[in-house]
């Protein structure tokens, strides 16, 4: 899946205190608002002033300091790269083969954020850094500024911030904002190896980064970004499972998703993730939902309204011209029967040009729904 870009007044969210939780609604300050009360604390707070002046040179030294324009923004990857999984059953629906994901970071992408977010106020490229990510050393917020870059927007580059990692690795293993990070390059990189066709080491990546990701959720169950990671590694996992691993690890997905939720509110990108856990459980096989209802008592369950409404909540939150997001949205129409509302939403999808390969997936299969509903355009 691909990667993307939060709007302006999502850039920096839950600076006071709101996290990245799935279904909940949450505090954002606008970034250039941040910004500006960061310096009024730095006037009054004559305590930090060496502290600021050592972050700005490492900002000055990584980042380009022109502000990102809106049209730029468009380019950056929204969110999850395409390999994105919640949990992956072999099911097939009306809309095709359900083991194909179209990202939100990510090939749709998974992170979306300012493109050049300043390394203050507590965080590195637009991720907080909370209490059980000590990311006080000098080394370590340089680190995450070379790496954070790499890992974000048309430019990523996962192989190279593994690099930059891995130079590390045996000195932050106990580091939760060093480890979350680690599990992302590496899956990142295992959709680098899927693409190179290379199926082995595209597994071996996947499920290295399920274990460092498991281990920095041990470290730190409170970081938005390890139980993102997490669910991220997790779902991608279940693509080497049987039907009752999916189930159980599906189960996992959407409770570290929810959490993340309640965590960090105003991330688009966790709620693509859920409507897209709803949308695969919803188009269960009739097998499946047997096989879910003998191992669980609970099975998992969840309709097409509901998928549509997580999603309905990503695209209010996230960037305006989010394709990958649209056609689940349009998906979701269909599903209900409501072929009215999804030629409308995949005409507005297709109305503006795809700005990368996974846009142009994305735009791909928009234009083939089109032409399968085209008669109930009004």
Known sequence: ?????????????????????????????????????????????????????????????????????????????????????????????????????????????????????????????????????????????????????????????????????????????????????????????????????NPNRKKDFIFRAKRIASQALSIDGNNPDVRKWYAVALGAATDYQGIPEKIKDGHEFRKHVDYAIKLRPTDHILFHMLGRWCYEVAQLSWIERKVASTLFADPPYSTCEEARRYFTEAKQLGPDDWKENELFLAKCYVGSGDYRSAILVLDLAASTPAVSKDEEAALSEIITLQNKYKSYRS
């Open 1 to 197: 899946m691909s990667e993307s870009v939060l709007r302006d007044r999502l850039t920096l969210a839950a600076v006071l205190g709101a996290g990245v939780v799935v279904g909940a609604s949450g505090l954002l300050l606008q970034y250039r608002t941040s910004r500006r009360l960061g310096k009024d604390l730095y006037r009054l707070n004559h305590t930090v002033e060496n502290l600021r002046k050592d972050i700005e040179e490492l900002k000055a030294a990584s980042l380009p300091a022109t502000p990102v324009n809106r049209q730029t923004r468009r380019k950056l990857r929204r969110g999850l790269p395409s390999e994105f999984h919640s949990l992956r059953f072999s099911s097939s629906g009306e809309e095709g083969d359900l083991d194909e994901f179209y990202d939100a970071d990510e090939v749709y992408s998974i992170e979306k954020v300012e493109a050049w977010n300043s390394i203050s106020n507590g965080s590195v490229i637009g991720h907080s850094l909370p209490a059980g990510g000590d990311t006080g050393s000098p080394e370590l917020l340089e680190l995450f500024s070379n790496v954070d870059p790499l890992l974000e927007g048309e430019n990523r580059d996962s192989e190279q911030a593994l690099k930059f990692l891995e130079e590390h690795n045996e000195k932050y293993t106990d580091n939760s904002e060093y480890l979350w990070r680690y599990a992302r390059a590496l899956y990142l990189q295992s959709a680098v190896e899927g693409g190179k066709n």
